[in-house]
Nanobody, 123 residues
């Protein structure tokens, strides 16, 4: 039962907000670095935001000041709060669990992905 399940996507108007959630199961969530990626049609998948096991965060330049990544280890969940959304934010958003820095982690638990959730920003 190792899985990441995203939720919270949908259709929102420009300037609106969404909060994405990613619930993890089957892993020791608190020791993983977590990230949100997105992929728009015809574009490469990009890292939108990351939060490491210590709580440190990073963001791609295009979302700085608008998006906030957070995690609740008690709920095994990582969030992406998206404010001031723009049409160019439209993409499928994927949750990722990065275990590459975890000692002796089995290879099949080292890089995990959710199924994706669609975010569409349009009038």
């Amino acid at each position: 039962q190792v899985q990441l399940v995203e939720s919270g996507g949908g259709l929102v108007q420009p300037g609106g907000s969404l909060r994405l959630s990613c619930a993890a199961s089957g892993i020791i969530f608190s020791i993983y670095d977590m990230g949100w990626y997105r992929q728009a049609p015809g574009k490469q998948r990009e890292l939108v935001a990351g939060i490491n096991s210590a709580g440190g965060t990073k963001y791609t330049d295009s979302v700085k000041g608008r998006f906030t990544i957070s995690r609740d280890n008690a709920k095994n969940t990582v969030y992406l709060q998206m404010d001031s959304l723009k049409p160019e934010d439209t993409a499928v958003y994927y949750c990722n669990a990065d275990g590459r820095d975890i000692v002796n982690l089995p290879s099949d638990l080292m890089d995990l992905w959710g199924q994706g959730t669609q975010v569409t920003v349009a009038s």
